[in-house]
């Protein structure tokens, strides 16, 4: 084999290392584990009418799955193929036919289906519209529907409109669109998926080390001394890691798991495309320490405690580059250490292991995800990551890094090109100062105040105080918390608009007055091609793919640049693009980070902003150039007796597209409580017993599914979780919903708590 020129990969050790083996059952044979030959059999069979279409998106295409990022089957980490399961699965949305529209005449019989069957019909050809008392949907020209909602936005004030966006797919290009759209329209209320995801991590990132992104790339895990996973399971979620694992073990690297369940897929994995690995499995996580759901600033608060005690700290990076130090000191000297292990749910020792750990080495990346920001304390989760990553200045050089790993293939994008109600493009703050600044760019007013939020968009919905909302994909009903009230205030909403490429239940609520949907084309189908950006700040290129193209789909940058002209009719020169090549020429000149944009033009052209490292040579973008510590007082998260707290995870799924019953990493289905087995016993129950979770918002019914996971915590697979978490719950500045709830426990058809 060539030597290989990608970053890192030279430190990796060639022949194979039997002690990195998961066991010598050759493939794993009879362990709970997916079979990901079959997943490239099935997506053969599931795409045979469109073959060479389906090769070709693989082939040429930036996968629209998790946002890790690979042009074609090549990424810019490692040598080999880069493909997982994930994609083979989303694939279909992109080869699949039209619906025939006469099913959505009369909606009776499609309200019983569920999501997934929705999805299969196929992509929505046309648009259409349905008005309060009809029972279905009829077809209208694109004309008359624009004219509709154009006519509806200025018939009402700005501040009685809401618009947001998935990030499922949504490449830079129909984000930047929309928002100046939006904007131009006259209010800043347009939201995107980012909201209900990492915008913890944005936010504390920021204020901390004034860095919105990962501060490294992913080749910094091969060979860093340390590799850290917090609430984070990218076995499942972003598959193609655990080749950067296998590689990072090869060269040298430990990988330590902090999490409340022992994710099997991060204990061990079989990875298909490397012989070694596929053959005797390879053991990922060299320690998993085991904390309780929302334990994890008392975890590190305890792990810097003893970090402190020991001197394992880099004092000249600590006084020269950072402030705060002794603030977060003696607030951890107030905080004893039999809180901190009731609140964490893990010892003193245990917490003392990790810190040597972090002591003991030179470089250190640590990676989180929705684990850590889905709280109400989610912004305060990060900064005590961060603190930890300072201790020793694991920011800014070669092997070390703090990465929020992002999880929908769009999501980095979206606030960067200001798809955000509380962000203009470039992620600036919505201030007086930078509204009048982009206004002067765009030569139209920008609103100076911020928008409503993803979640405050649908309580203005309930309270009666939206007349449009206009949502690009996703679905309200299966990814926010307590589905009826959602649904309530979807029905309030006098004019709904779902742009997407296929239907989905939120679309049949029967309308307040009218509900129009209108059809998109995906990333493969906009002339012109498109760009990504992936976890890493990497920016790259996807083609326009030759292929099947359906009905009158169009691109979303194009809907919203016809409706916010016909709006603002007056504006009409300001908003207009000629395509997806001048949009990203303005995008260079608005969002200078983003500068480079402008000349990919091809399958593989990428350019990665700010280079390999954010805050590189420790130079940080903050008021005073230093990265700052934060003192963080311990939330309390006590589990009252006789409850116990369960969070929502993810399966065999793609957020709200389920794709199996039953998630082959874990052996759980979807009706699945994961409950250990101390819990079981001292309910007196059985695994598989069927059992009723209450909480303050809900119950859910489903069959306990004894796992190695922290006792008194439950988990239960999303959406259909959602009906036990409140609403109310969300975090102080990012606004993300914390999606956890205490719950009582009850065997099913028993009024009284299973406990004996
Ligand atoms: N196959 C697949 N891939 C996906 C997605 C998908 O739905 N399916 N979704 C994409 C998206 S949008 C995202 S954001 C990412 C999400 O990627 P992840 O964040 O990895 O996804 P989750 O399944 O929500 O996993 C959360 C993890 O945190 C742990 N956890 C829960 N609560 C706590 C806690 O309080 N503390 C700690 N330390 N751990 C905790 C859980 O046990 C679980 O391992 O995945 C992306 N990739
Ligand atoms: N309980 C609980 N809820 C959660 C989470 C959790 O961990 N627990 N995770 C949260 C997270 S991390 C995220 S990112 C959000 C996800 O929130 P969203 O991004 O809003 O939801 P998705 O389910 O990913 O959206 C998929 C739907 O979008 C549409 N769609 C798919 N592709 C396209 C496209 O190319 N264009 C258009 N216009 N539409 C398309 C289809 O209708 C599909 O059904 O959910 C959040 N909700
Ligand atoms: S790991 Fe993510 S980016 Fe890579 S192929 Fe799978 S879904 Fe696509
Ligand atoms: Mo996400």
Redo the contacts with the bound molecule.
């Keep these: 084999m060539a030597r290989s020129t990608k970053k890192n990969m030279e430190k990796v050790r060639k022949g194979w290392d039997p002690s990195l083996w998961a066991g010598l059952k050759p493939f794993g044979i009879g362990e709970e584990r997916p079979n990901n030959y079959a997943e490239i059999l099935r997506a053969v069979w599931e795409n045979k009418d469109e073959a060479l279409y389906a090769w070709r998106i693989l082939s040429r295409g930036v996968c ?1 799955g998790c946002a890790l990022g690979v042009a074609g089957l090549h990424d810019w980490t490692m040598d080999g193929v880069h493909l997982c399961n994930i994609r083979l699965r989303l694939l279909r ?1 992109n080869t699949m036919p039209a619906l025939d529209t006469r099913l959505l005449a009369d909606l009776a019989s499609l309200k019983q289906k569920k ?1 997934a069957e929705l ?1 299969e019909l196929g992509r929505l050809p046309y648009p259409m519209i349905r008005r309060r008392g009809e029972r279905g949907f009829t077809r209208i020209s694109w004309e008359r529907a624009l004219d509709e909602i154009a006519g509806r936005i200025r018939a009402t004030s700005p501040r009685r409109t809401g618009y ?7 490449p830079n290009e129909n984000y930047y669109v929309a928002q100046k759209a939006v904007r131009a329209m006259g209010t800043n209320s347009i939201d ?3 909201r ?3 915008s913890p991590s944005t936010v504390s990132l920021k204020a901390t080390i004034g860095a919105g992104a990962t501060t490294c790339s992913y080749s910094d895990w091969i060979g860093t001394d340390l590799l850290v996973f917090i609430g984070s399971n990218p076995a499942n979620n972003q598959p193609v890691t655990t080749k950067y694992m296998y590689y990072a073990k090869k060269a040298g690297t430990k990988i330590a798991v902090i999490n409340s369940y022992r994710e099997p897929g991060m204990e061990r994995y079989w990875i298909p495309s490397n012989l070694e690995s596929a053959l005797f499995g390879t053991k990922i996580s060299d320690r998993t320490f085991l904390v309780n759901v929302g334990g994890d600033v008392a975890f590190l608060n305890g792990t810097l405690k003893h970090m402190i005690e020991n001197g394992w700290l880099d004092r000249g990076f600590i006084e020269r580059h950072t402030a705060g130090f002794k603030q977060m000191r003696a607030a951890l000297e107030e905080q004893s250490w039999e809180d901190l292990e009731r609140l964490s749910g893990a010892s003193r020792e245990e917490m003392r292991e990790f810190a040597r750990m972090v002591g003991e080495a030179s470089t250190a990346v640590f990676v989180w995800s ?1 684990g850590i ?2 709280h109400e304390f989610g912004e305060d989760n990060v900064r005590a990551i961060i603190n930890l990553g300072l201790t020793k200045g694991f920011v800014g050089r070669d092997n070390c890094g703090l990465m929020p790993i992002r ?2 293939s769009g ?1 980095q994008g979206g606030a960067e090109m200001g798809a955000y109600s509380t962000a203009f493009p470039g992620g600036l703050p919505v201030n007086p100062e930078n509204a009048r600044k982009l206004g002067e760019l765009y030569g139209f007013e920008v609103p100076s105040e911020p928008g409503l939020t993803t979640p405050r968009m649908i309580d203005a919905a309930h309270d009666g105080e939206l007349d449009v909302l206009v949502s ?5 009903l ?4 307590d589905p009826d009230y959602v649904r309530e205030a979807l029905a309030r909403v006098p004019l709904r608009v779902h ?6 239940n939120q679309m049949l609520i029967d309308p307040a007055d009218t509900v129009i949907l209108l059809p ?1 084309a ?2 493969y189908e906009i002339p012109g091609g498109v760009t990504q950006t992936s976890t890493e700040r990497r920016i790259m290129y996807s083609p326009e793919i030759p292929g099947r193209r359906i009905g009158e789909a169009r691109p ?1 940058w194009e809907i919203f640049m016809e409706l916010a002209k016909r709006v603002r009719p007056e504006l009409a020169d300001k908003l207009h693009f000629d395509g997806t090549q001048e949009i990203r020429e303005e995008i260079a000149r608005v969002v200078p980070m983003y500068d480079g944009i402008q000349h990919l033009r091809k399958s593989g052209d990428q350019v990665q902003y700010g280079g390999p490292h954010l805050c590189a040579g420790w130079k940080f973008d903050t008021p005073d150039g230093k990265a700052h510590f934060s003192a963080i007082a311990l939330p309390e998260t006590g589990i009252p007796e006789g409850m116990f707290v369960v969070t ?3 399966g065999k799924q ?4 389920i794709h199996e019953e039953k998630d082959a990493l874990t052996g759980a289905v979807r009706e699945a409580v994961l409950m250990s087995e101390e819990d079981a016993r001292g309910l007196g129950l059985a695994n598989g017993e069927r059992v009723v979770l209450r909480s303050e918002a809900g119950e859910f019914e489903g069959r306990v599914h004894i796992a190695p996971i922290k006792p008194r915590t439950l988990q239960v697979h ?2 259909e ?2 009906v036990l ?1 409140d609403r109310r719950h969300r975090s102080a500045v990012a606004d993300i ?1 914390d ?1 956890n709830a205490l719950v009582r426990v009850e065997r099913a058809g028993e009024r009284e708590p299973a406990a004996v």
């Design positions: 629209d949305l999501s999805k947001y966006m998935t990030s499922r797919g949504e995107n998926a980012a209900i995801c990492h929705m920001t889905q999880g929908h999501v690009l994909g996703g679905n309200f299966e990814v926010l918390p742009v997407d490429i296929v239907l989905s998109a995906t990333r979303e929502t995870r993810r793609f957020n709200s597209m999303w959406p979780g959602n978490i919903p999606y």
